[in-house]
């Protein structure tokens, strides 16, 4: 157990589905992220959250819709998404207003979309 | 554009064999360089975190080594266990201050047999 809980932990929708992936942390980090792990290729680096501000999107696709309501919640709201966009997304978060510090992932949610 | 690579992409040793792993990365302008691993279809554990003023940090049976100015970094495993079976990830810091924002490795998947 990270401290980084992410649900649903298998998600499989259409293409003209909504769907929303949520993380909660309990670890008093200031800092929360999304990254997306597709087969074959290396972790991606998707959003930034700092103190519940977004600070990175890393030329995302408007599908793909974030939410940070507070600094221990994020979300990442699905819309419209293509076969391509399955994958294993994973939820971290860290401090940083420290020296060291790690980044915790949660378990990810594997989404396939069909 | 920082670049990581990982060094073999696929290892397999028998159980008692010491290991090295490998990780170069293109620019040396990073904050911290981090261990990961990750088991078959689970998130990411952080093992290692090295500053970018360090030379290396232990935990138990695992060594890791930075040598910033040449881009490189190795994780060193004595004495492997067939628990020792998982992917192991490199990740640097995009760049020099703490932002939390890391790139990532391939990865090199470890299967140690009894």
């Known amino acids: 157990e990270t401290g980084v809980t992410q649900t649903p932990r298998h998600l499989v929708m259409g293409m003209t589905n909504k769907k929303s992936l949520k993380c909660e942390q309990h670890?008093?980090?200031?800092?929360m992220y999304w990254y997306k792990q597709s087969a074959k290729k290396p972790l991606e680096l998707m959003f930034v959250?700092?103190?519940?501000?977004?600070?990175e999107n890393n030329s995302v696709p408007s599908r793909f819709s974030p939410e940070c309501p507070n600094s221990s919640h994020l979300f990442l709201h699905l819309h419209t998404l293509q076969p391509e966009d399955s994958a294993l997304y994973l939820c971290?978060?860290?401090?940083?207003?420290?020296?060291?510090?790690?980044?915790?992932f949660g378990s990810g949610t594997q989404l396939s979309v069909l | 554009k920082q670049e990581v690579t990982q060094i073999p992409a696929a290892l397999s040793v028998p159980e008692g064999e010491n290991l090295v792993l490998n990780c170069s990365f293109t620019d040396s302008a990073i904050y911290n360089l981090q261990w990961f691993r990750q088991d078959p279809g689970k998130g990411l554990t952080s093992l290692l975190l090295?500053?970018?003023?360090?030379r290396e940090q232990t935990s138990g049976r695992l060594n890791a080594s930075l040598d910033k100015s040449s881009g490189r970094s190795t994780l060193y495993i004595a004495a492997s266990q067939p628990g020792d079976s998982a992917t192991y990830l490199c990740?640097?810091?995009?760049?020099?201050?703490?932002?939390?924002?890391?790139?990532f490795g391939q990865g090199t998947t470890l299967q140690v047999k009894p």
């Open positions: 990740a640097v810091t995009a760049g020099s201050s703490n932002t939390g924002k890391l790139i």
């Open positions: 090295i500053q970018s003023s360090q």
């Open positions: 959250y700092n103190f519940k501000e977004q600070t």
């Open positions: 670890l008093g980090h200031n800092a």
């Open positions: 971290a978060s860290s401090r940083t207003d420290g020296i060291g510090e790690k980044l915790f």
